[in-house]
């Protein structure tokens, strides 16, 4: 089975691009789940959605961070302008079914430089 | 506010030496504890899940256990491919989100 889908694996680009990074969940999974991590701060929620609408998006740290899921398959996040700081690895992770027991199934994470 | 503190922070064992990671959590209501394990360069990898106090997960050499306020992983005669990061999470009744410790970094020596 096909596990989460991100790409890409590894983006390095200069302060002030645009950076998007990209989600495929897991095929039946209604639970979508962006987070950061970094050595300093550990693993960080960012934004989860549930049938595609965005539930809570409190751990995005500010309005240069936006994340947009159009259908179930699929989810964006995206970085306009990116900062040195934001450089971490981004994973996204999918459930089965949100406000339950199910546990979350991670993507490989998307390692991000920012010069 | 949902709390989870892992402890120790690093651990270093010789193969063979059995030893336990601690998770203590705070939570307005457990709707599961979920134990992960990460490789580098790696996203965490599903390992158990336990739902109520005094219940047990085994998996190879590893067996979760479970109180009100903290659960443990115990790892038996441990071998070099366990070496791994170990993260423990909690989900409360009225949420849809997990929220993580930083992780246990276990490194088993041969």
């Known amino acids: 089975d096909a596990g989460v889908i991100q790409s890409p694996r590894h983006e390095v680009t200069e302060m002030g691009q645009e950076v998007t990074l990209r989600c495929k969940p897991i095929s039946g999974h209604n639970s979508l789940f962006w987070y950061r991590q970094t050595m300093m701060r550990g693993l960080e929620l960012l934004i989860y959605?549930?049938?595609?609408?965005?539930?809570?998006d409190s751990g995005m740290p500010e309005d240069r961070f936006s994340a947009k899921m159009p259908n179930a398959s699929f989810s964006t996040l995206k970085i306009q302008p990116s900062e040195p700081r934001d450089s971490a690895v981004y994973f996204c992770?999918?459930?089965?079914?949100?406000?339950?027991?199910?546990?979350?199934?991670f993507g490989d994470g998307t390692r991000l430089s920012i010069l | 506010e949902d709390q989870v503190t892992q402890s120790p922070e690093a651990l270093r064992l010789q193969e063979g030496e059995s030893s336990s990671l601690n998770c203590s959590y705070t939570?307005?209501?457990?709707?599961?504890l979920f134990w992960y394990r990460q490789d580098p360069g790696k996203g965490p990898e599903f390992l158990f899940t336990l739902y109520s106090a005094g219940e047990e997960k085994e998996k190879e050499r590893l067996k979760a256990t479970l109180t009100k306020k903290e659960s443990f992983l115990h790892i038996t005669a441990p071998k070099p491919e366990d070496s791994a990061t170990y993260l423990c999470a909690v989900q409360a009744t009225n949420a849809g989100k997990s929220t993580f410790g930083d992780g246990t970094t276990l490194t088993v020596k041969p």
């Open positions: 939570v307005s209501g457990l709707r599961g």
């Open positions: 992770a999918s459930s089965l079914k949100g406000y339950s027991n199910q546990p979350q199934h």
């Open positions: 959605f549930n049938n595609n609408v965005p539930i809570d």
